[in-house]
């Protein structure tokens, strides 16, 4: 017999201590989340960096997903990156150190929980201000930057969830029920 699972993160009530405006960014963010920790159970750490069809490899996904929350999180505080953070991005897509799916794993979440803490202490009143992205200074609100961020995280979701499930099958292994 299956155990029951949860609604979807949105449907299990506002978060306590996240302003109403950003609650779908805080819901957006936790559904990632825990989709991504469960369709990464029983992958081989073999196959992180894989690209079927020449696709994005799930440890670029991973990589990715805590990269941007990290850089789009930055920008709506008003700052810019820094040099860890350019090169991070620089060397988004290449295994490395901490690149094991143990880290990937751990380091998007708890860029998740950076991003909650910093939803939990941004005013509402504040959401309309604007802040400058990237090299060029391109304009965008704070708002702007959140949703972005939290949309931009199920955007890769659904793409890393693809590329595991084909990796899964290709190579026999029980893919995670969705």
Known sequence: ?????????WLRGPLPGIPSLLQPVAHALLQAREE?????EGLPEHLLW???????SP???????AGVLDRLFTYAKGQSLDHHQLT??????SPGADTDLKGLLDRFSRQVDLAIRQLEATPEEQLTETRAV???????TVLGLLFHAAEHTQRHNGQLFVTVRVLKEKNDIQATPR
């Not at 894989?50 to 994005?56: C, F, G, H, N, T």
């Not at 440890?59 to 997903?65: A, C, D, P, V």
């Open 1 to 9: 017999m299956n155990a029951p699972s949860l609604p979807e993160v």
């Open 36 to 40: 991504v920790m469960v369709l990464m």
């Open 50 to 56: 894989e690209r079927p069809a020449a696709v994005a």
């Open 59 to 65: 440890g670029f996904h991973l990589q990715h997903l």
């Open 88 to 93: 991070a991005l620089a060397n988004e897509g």
């Open 134 to 140: 990237g090299r060029a200074q391109l304009p965008s």
